[in-house]
């Protein structure tokens, strides 16, 4: 069973009562959050046949449960995220959540009246078990040894989570890129306890093309000298080198060519004297200076396993795949109304993968409503502040409260403000 | 729940009779659905199951807001995310006039519906005729547009539409004409400004 190593308190200290930093807290913020850590006891049987024995998920929550405990709101993570969704970290003010644009008080997600639960997956390195902590078989770290994990794996350790805070069913669970594929998950695979269903920039499986990228991330990680086979905690080294190219790799994948092109152009980076080329390889370009500060930075905050764990999970998500490639039958026994959302420029994820999941959806009578936003930002847009996709986003959370009285808006802030 | 309650008297004459045309209960597809008014007042009054299709995004935004469900696509792009005979009636209010490939979304239409609804402005207008007669494109109510920034791209009367529908197989069940806000019967060709049309798909599967 879960059991409680944190006392079970919002994690949200309200603006008012948070003193130092008051002043600073914009609004639209849920405040000076920390995390609280859960440990679960009970084993966890894998999809890969593996069992974890027990794991601890970090979870930040803001707002306030309601008594009928019917206005919870999941948000799932994308790959490099966590459970840090909104406000500013307690321990670093600089660390604001990474969909604080979209969750807060008079935010599309309204925080006045949902009970918002942000975690970090298992596997991560943000704070959940992962393949840093301590396997506590060996008492050195799982490294290598770390189970395989899949987006259904997630689905049952997030549906644990909400047994502990006796939340019998989402109002909605949402997420975008990798946390549309998990909110997709749990609508086929808890039915009943998906009120609504919102999948942002997602796909319901990876491209061939896709895939390709994540092995490249992956091949660059496992052929790095200071690898180790994955074990490289024991040997106190990082394979920052394959980490940081993952990334860039990565990075150009979430981004369009016109953004790119807007960013950067062919602008040269430190031209010689009269404005020649170097004729090397170091960097010539700006746009080969912004990638590799951005892996760069990446690798010294990121894990390398939990990178090439969760790109695998990636691949194998397919929930049409027991059902012979037919998305429709797959999703025969979801009950959620969804909420799909794509972005023109995105190639990662583009909007013909949405179309399917779409189609299917209508296939089954589910009700849907579908926003394409014409962005030019590529795969990224969901994270960004788009006025179109947040009114979308925030009509349709005002619906939800609307039927389940939870009350009305009391004020806007954020992108719609 | 405010934005839902449309009262009737705010529904325009043309969308009631369409409303009238729509069995309770029924699943309702609406082309070009804007801001969502149709469906709603369906959605109240008939417990119609209903989606839209809208590209603009002020208005899907607008529909959303309404509890309308809407799906943001370029009707001209077809109906392929709906599969056939997925509604009983599908709607196009208004848009036929300015799609590029009329007879291709009639078809699409006649393909997911059992029932289609179109409704267009009457080219046939008899002061359509006097200002042509006169030397210049005519300007009204319904077609506020001067040529040369019009969205309506194939106007026509209501003998062409029947024409077209007949090539098509579609069978008219019912036809109702609009002069502003009234119903026009007397030589509705002539005096109408909107014409409304109901047929029904001859690829209608026998139940």
């Known amino acids: 069973m879960a059991e409680l190593t944190v006392p079970n308190l919002p994690s949200t200290v309200p603006a008012s009562t948070a003193t130092a930093q008051a002043s600073a807290i914009p609004p639209g913020s849920v405040g000076v959050v920390s995390p609280q850590f859960i440990s679960f006891n009970e084993p966890l049987a894998l999809t890969s046949g593996q069992v974890l024995p027990s794991y601890e998920l970090a979870v930040e929550t803001y707002g306030t449960l309601n008594e009928q405990r019917n206005n919870a709101v999941l948000i799932c993570h994308a790959l490099n995220a966590s459970h840090h969704v909104a406000g500013i970290a307690a321990d670093n003010p600089k660390d604001i959540g990474w969909w604080d644009n979209m969750v807060g008080p008079g935010k599309a997600v309204d ?80 039915p009943e306890r998906v009120e609504h269903c919102i999948v942002i920039a997602s796909t319901p499986r990876l491209s061939a093309q896709n895939i390709g990228f994540n092995e490249v991330a992956r091949r660059s990680i496992i052929s790095d000298p200071d690898f180790h086979g994955g074990d490289y905690y024991a040997n106190n080294t990082v394979p920052r080198h394959g980490l940081s190219v993952a990334r860039m790799v990565g990075h150009i994948t979430y981004l369009s060519d016109d953004d790119m092109a807007a960013k950067f152009g062919r602008a040269q980076r430190a031209p010689a004297d009269n404005g020649e080329f170097h004729y090397g390889y170091d960097v010539e370009f700006e746009v080969e200076s912004y990638l590799r500060y951005q892996g760069e930075k990446f690798s010294t905050y ?46 990662r994820f583009p909007p013909e993968r949405s179309h399917e999941i779409v189609r299917a959806l209508l296939k089954n009578q589910v009700p849907v409503t579908y926003a394409e936003i014409n962005a030019p930002h590529g795969h990224d847009a969901f994270l960004l502040d788009d006025a179109r996709y947040h009114a979308v986003v925030q009509g349709y959370y005002d619906r939800i409260a609307a039927r389940l009285g939870l009350g009305e808006r009391e004020h806007i802030t954020g992108v719609l403000a | 729940m405010s934005q839902d309650a449309i009262a009737p008297s705010h529904v325009r004459a043309d969308l009631k009779r369409i409303a009238s045309w ?31 299709v809208e590209l603009d995004d002020q208005q899907m935004i607008a529909a959303v807001r309404r509890g309308v469900r809407v799906i943001q696509q370029n009707l001209e792009q077809g109906l392929a995310l ?43 207008y008899w002061p359509h005729g006097w200002s042509i007669l006169r030397g210049r494109m005519p300007v009204t109510g319904e077609m506020p547009y001067q040529w040369f920034d019009t969205p309506n791209i ?14 098509l197989q579609l069978r008219i069940t019912h036809l109702a004409t609009f002069n502003g806000n009234k119903e026009v019967k007397l030589l509705p060709s002539w005096r109408s400004t909107l014409a409304v049309y109901r047929f029904e798909s001859p690829n209608k599967k026998v139940k």
């Not at chain 1, 429709?328 to 794509?342: D, I, N, P, T, W």
């Open chain 1, 302 to 347: 990121f894990d390398a396993n939990t990178y090439l764990l969760i790109t695998r999970a990636l691949d194998y998500f397919d929930p049409s795949r027991n059902c012979g490639g037919d998305l429709a039958r797959a999703l025969q026994a979801v009950k959620a109304g969804f909420l799909l959302v794509s972005f023109s420029t995105d190639w």
């Open chain 2, 154 to 167: 194939h106007l026509c009367t209501l003998k062409d539409f029947e024409g077209l529908a007949q090539t």
């Open chain 2, 22 to 52: 729509i069995e309770p209960d029924s699943r309702v597809l609406d082309l070009g659905c804007g801001d969502g008014t149709l469906l709603a007042y369906l959605q109240n009054s008939k417990n119609v199951v209903g989606a839209g």
């Open chain 2, 82 to 124: 709906f599969d056939d005979q997925q509604f009983d009636t599908v709607v196009l209010s208004r848009t036929l006039q300015s799609m590029h490939n009329t007879e291709h979304i009639l078809r699409e239409m006649a393909r997911v519906a059992r029932f289609g609804i179109v409704s267009f402005p009457n080219f046939g």
């Open chain 1, 111 to 190: 925080t006045d009246r949902f009970f918002v639960v942000g975690v970090n997956n298992i596997g991560s390195c943000f704070g959940s078990t992962g393949p840093a902590s301590i396997n506590p078989e060996t008492g050195k770290p799982w490294g290598a040894a770390f189970p395989m994990l899949t987006v259904e794996d997630w689905v049952r350790a997030q549906a644990r989570l909400a047994d502990h805070f006796n939340i019998d069913k989402f109002a909605a669970v949402m997420g975008g890129s990798l946390g549309g594929m998990q909110a997709l998950s749990w609508a086929i695979t808890c």
